[in-house]
Nanobody, 122 residues
């Protein structure tokens, strides 16, 4: 139901934009978020956005470099990633909550995309 795309290989300092498109169901009333999982590590919260885009929240590790946004008319959420670092290398997952308010908790999300790989390396 959620399809993440936009991952790839980028050099340190570069940028990528991830997209997450919902199909088969609308997510316009749902909070959404991005998580990531690096090799050998647990999945971690990256960013979240409320149903109307009015509220966002970021992990400290990406604050000031990443921007989350959404276009409900297109049922799509985005993650603009700038000033990428090698430690940002991970599989990035998009998720949607059943609820409208933001949450950083993994358990707060009920629908997950398949993930897209971001590799930051020279």
């Amino acid at each position: 139901q959620l399809q993440a795309s936009g991952g790839g290989l980028v050099q340190p300092g570069g940028s990528l934009r991830l997209s997450c498109t919902a199909s088969a169901r609308t997510v316009s009333n749902n909070a959404m978020g991005w998580f990531r999982q690096a090799p050998g590590k647990e999945r971690e919260f990256v960013a979240t956005i409320s149903w109307n885009g009015g509220t966002t929240y970021y992990a400290d590790s990406v604050k000031g470099r990443f921007t989350i946004s959404r276009d409900n008319a297109k049922s799509t959420m985005y993650l603009q990633m700038n000033s990428l670092k090698p430690e940002d290398t991970a599989v990035y997952y998009c998720a949607a909550s059943r609820y409208s308010g933001i949450t950083t908790a993994y358990s707060g999300y009920h629908f997950w995309g398949q993930g897209t790989l971001v590799t930051v390396s020279s």
